[in-house]
């Protein structure tokens, strides 16, 4: 009886906690300054940014991702609450800056490096995906977007290094 009881409250805990929309991460993201000029600086520990940025930003660089130009950067003002990436997976996505959460679902996956995952609705960029409990869950890039998967291995891995030398071809 005492299993039945924990897992309903699991249950009715992982379905209604998040509930209320995506102001609260419209929120999170204008107090953590996570977009500065068409860059996205996420803070993702206590004292580290994952920066999406076309150009090298001015701070201590811990490690960089060239193909996706990702930087994992020392924050030294640090933000209290930083963006969890989520290992759940998660039925409905928005992407959410500091004016706008468009709602909708991934509709194709990352594929590797040179194939992006793409949202069923036009997304503003510079953005992130999140989920109703601000969770990090992609990057939106003009690209497409970077899944939580390829995000993980980059801040959890020591090296940012690739180990596939080759070609790639793209059949039209």
């Known amino acids: 009886m005492l299993r039945l009881f924990l897992a309903l ?3 009715f805990l992982n379905l209604y906690a998040c509930k209320g929309g995506y102001d609260s991460c419209k929120q999170k993201i204008i107090d953590s300054q996570t977009i500065k000029n068409c860059s996205l600086e996420i803070p993702v520990n206590k004292n580290q940014r994952l920066i999406y940025s076309k150009t090298t930003p001015k701070a201590k660089i811990i490690k960089h991702d060239p193909f996706l130009n990702l930087y994992l950067v020392q924050d030294l003002k640090g933000f209290k609450h930083s963006f969890k990436i989520n290992s759940q997976p998660q039925l409905g996505y928005a992407a959410v800056n500091e004016s706008d959460a468009i709602e909708g679902k991934i509709i194709t996956k990352q594929v590797g490096l040179n194939s992006l995952a793409h949202f069923g609705e036009d997304i503003v960029y510079p953005s992130i995906l999140t989920s109703s409990c601000c969770s990090l869950e992609g990057i939106v890039t003009p690209e497409g977007i970077i899944e939580k998967e390829y995000i993980q ?9 690739y180990s596939d030398i080759g070609i790639r071809v793209k059949d039209d």
């Open 153 to 161: 291995r980059f801040i959890s891995s020591l090296s940012s290094d």
């Open 9 to 11: 409250n699991l249950l």
